[in-house]
């Protein structure tokens, strides 16, 4: 019998991924392909022209988002993806500039950047892979480690206090603010389609293991981390921000906390200068 | 609302010029943070962007402002931020980043002295090898240097221009001096002024490649949104655009990168002579010290001293070839700039050990008076 190799079947998201690009540089194990998938499905289904996105990211694992994504694409440098996003955003405001990066890039390095965006209202969406550490670098610590958790430059055990993310943002100024785990899938397209609806700075934070960097020091395997997201979350968008530490032991709160209508950046600055120059 | 050129005469300071200058060529976006003695750039030029329709923001930080003129730029905008030394420090690394993926912009860098908050409201030229090797890496990098509010204006177009042309960042380098004095500044009609456009891509995009070089080394440069799917990233890179983690991507890339300038630096370097033909004595200079450098020639020619001047418009790429060649003739030469010698030592580089060379400088906060020069001519030659 003369045997034949079965066609691979195309990959449902082909269209939206660089197929020349692949494989990825991701680890098995690792939760940034998914996030990566439910936001390509999103773009998908938001039945918008693919030439009107643009993609940036920072430096990481999860930075290399943008190197996959087959729209206008931006790898920066470690921080600065949402100055770039607000560079093109304001320059070309019909345009859905999308930043996904890692929380480190994030939140770190890039943290005033982040906290003026939101504080301006800039429209774009911020989707962040929060892997409570620096994966790309081999695992030192984070502004989003865990108290008392292990990394390779806190070996016996972390002695600060993690930033939370939601309330951070929403403290900012952000009209949009999201909490999942790369488990839900589908919250987290549907999340990002509210941000792409919601006209003003949203932002969704995605938790996410990192096996290889963050598990391994914190005897933690890469399914105990997914069964945590799965038994130890509580879905509450009506939950109040300030009780959204990550603490997998007390329950760790999910949910669309907040998206609410505020005129956006480039709309405030159209209206007082280009109507008025007009 | 103001057209996008002033025609006429006007009495202003260099930085309103230079923004006057960068609207004139074509700006669209400009992405700032406060600091003297360039404030004013930001100022005027966010009254004048929303005239012509462009955009203006104030960032968190210079790291920030830098970083959004280059997303702006991919929009297919010409795009500007300005800046002093300690804003110019934090821009670096995003220098490198525009550098690495060919993304035009200009920036104004008016110096004060240095180094850290040193003289903030004092002129000085302390910047000039911060602007060739400030980020890390090799790379060319064009720098031009105004000596006055015209210039401001005039040399704002061609830092545009050849930030187009060939899809890098220019540098304007200017110093509080030329920043803060007014002066007249003549803005000629719109069909008086040259301005150069990024080449755009034609041809199918299924086949476009992001970095593949026309005959002149510069690839054409699609905006966001035309089609063509571009991926643009920091790290080592091929034709294509995609990242290349190899010893001879590295090598490809950065032959191209700086050959891009290197094999044109006859169309990029711009020198201005003065008495230069029959002197023993090369006086060098740029920027407003340049100014004094006239001055000091003349003196020197009434006390029967042949000096000339070289004056470098651009100062990087810099002129060797030239300084190669006026060493074979001269007798020595004497670089005028507001610092404790950084192209001086660039004429040292060039001009050998067997012609003296001296430096007629100072640690920064005023202009190098032409005196200084005669005293070297006197004690030296
Ligand atoms: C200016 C600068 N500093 C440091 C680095 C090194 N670096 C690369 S990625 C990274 C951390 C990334 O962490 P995160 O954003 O959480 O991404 P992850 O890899 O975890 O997805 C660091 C520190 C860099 N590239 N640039
Ligand atoms: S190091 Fe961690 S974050 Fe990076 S790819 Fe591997 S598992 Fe993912
Ligand atoms: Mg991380």
Redesign the pocket.
């Known amino acids: 019998m003369k045997a034949t190799a079965a066609k691979p079947l195309p990959h449902p998201m082909e269209d939206l991924i660089r197929m020349d690009r692949i494989p990825h540089i991701w680890c098995s194990g690792c939760g940034?392909g998914s996030v990566f998938m439910a936001c390509l499905s999103a773009i998908k289904e938001s039945g918008i022209p693919y030439n009107e996105f643009s993609m940036v990211s920072?430096?990481?694992?999860?930075?290399r988002g943008a190197g996959y994504i087959n729209v206008d694409s931006f790898h920066t440098?470690?921080?600065r993806a949402i100055p770039f996003a607000t560079g093109i955003k304001m320059a070309k405001p019909d345009l859905n500039v999308i930043v996904f990066?890692?929380?480190?890039?994030?939140f770190a390095?890039g943290g005033n950047h982040f906290i003026h965006a939101a504080r301006r209202n800039m429209d774009i969406t911020v989707i962040c892979?929060n892997?409570l550490?620096?994966?790309?670098?081999g695992g030192?610590v984070?502004a989003t480690t865990p108290h008392k958790a292990k990394s390779s430059t806190t070996a016996a055990g972390n002695p600060e206090t993690p930033f939370n993310l939601p309330l951070l943002a929403y403290a900012s100024g952000a009209t949009f603010v999201a909490r999942w785990t790369m488990l839900h899938s589908r919250d987290i397209a549907d999340a990002v389609q509210m941000a792409l609806n919601n006209k003003g700075f949203s932002f969704i934070e995605v938790l996410s293991p990192?096996p290889i960097n963050y598990g391994r020091r914190n005897k933690e395997k890469a399914l105990e981390t997914l069964r945590l997201y799965h038994d130890n979350t509580i879905i509450k968008s009506n939950a109040d921000l300030s009780e959204l530490d990550i603490d997998f032991k007390r329950g760790v709160v999910l949910g669309n906390f907040i998206n609410k209508e505020k005129p956006s950046h480039d709309e405030q600055y159209s209206k007082i200068y280009h109507a008025e120059a007009g | 609302m103001k057209p996008a050129v002033l025609t006429g005469k006007h009495f202003i300071n260099g930085d309103v010029a230079c923004a006057e200058g960068a609207i004139a060529a074509g700006c669209k976006f400009f992405g700032g943070y406060p600091i003297t003695p360039a404030t004013e750039v930001a100022e005027h030029i966010s009254e004048r962007l929303p005239d012509v329709g462009g955009t203006f923001i104030q960032m968190e930080d210079e790291i920030a402002a830098m970083t959004s003129i280059l997303g702006a730029a991919w929009t297919g905008a010409k795009t500007m931020t300005s800046t002093s030394g300690p804003g110019f420090s934090l821009m670096m690394?995003t220098v490198g980043l525009a550098v690495v993926t060919e993304t035009p912009c200009v920036v104004v860098n008016v110096q004060r002295a240095g180094p850290s908050t040193g003289l903030p409201t004092q002129g000085a030229q302390g910047d000039m090898m911060q602007a060739k090797w400030g980020s890390h890496g090799d790379y060319e990098i064009i720098a031009i240097a105004p000596s006055s509010p015209q210039e401001m204006f005039d040399f704002t177009i061609i830092a545009f221009n050849l930030s187009e042309k060939y899809r890098t960042p220019v540098f304007i380098m200017s110093d509080e001096i030329v920043g803060h004095m007014s002066e007249k500044v003549v803005i000629p009609k719109p069909s008086k002024i040259k301005t150069i456009s990024r080449k755009k891509p034609k041809g199918p995009k299924n086949k476009f490649k992001l970095y593949k070089p026309d005959a002149d080394g510069v690839a054409p440069m699609p905006a966001i949104g035309d089609g063509y799917k571009v991926h643009v990233t920091g790290l080592t890179h091929d034709e294509i655009g995609y990242p290349v983690m190899s010893i001879e991507a590295q090598e490809e890339m950065m032959t191209r990168l700086l050959g891009k300038i290197r094999n044109n630096i006859d169309d990029i370097i711009m020198t201005e002579q003065y008495l230069l033909d029959d002197a023993d004595i090369v006086i060098v200079s740029y920027g407003v010290s340049s100014r004094t450098s006239y001055t000091a020639v003349d003196m020197a020619r009434e006390k029967g001293v042949k000096a000339g001047l070289l004056r470098l418009i651009t100062v990087w790429p810099f002129p060797d070839a030239l300084i190669k060649e006026l060493a074979q003739r001269v007798k020595g030469f004497i670089t005028v700039e507001i610092n404790l010698g950084q192209i001086c030592r660039e004429v040292q580089r060039c001009a050998g050990t067997d012609i003296p060379s001296y430096l007629a400088g100072h640690a920064g906060g005023a202009v190098v008076p032409p005196e200084d020069v005669l005293s070297i001519i006197k004690e030296n030659f």
């Open positions: 940034t920072g430096i990481g694992c999860s930075g440098t470690h921080g990066s890692g929380d480190g890039d994030l390095i892979v892997n550490i620096y994966g790309m670098t030192q984070a990192c | 690394e």
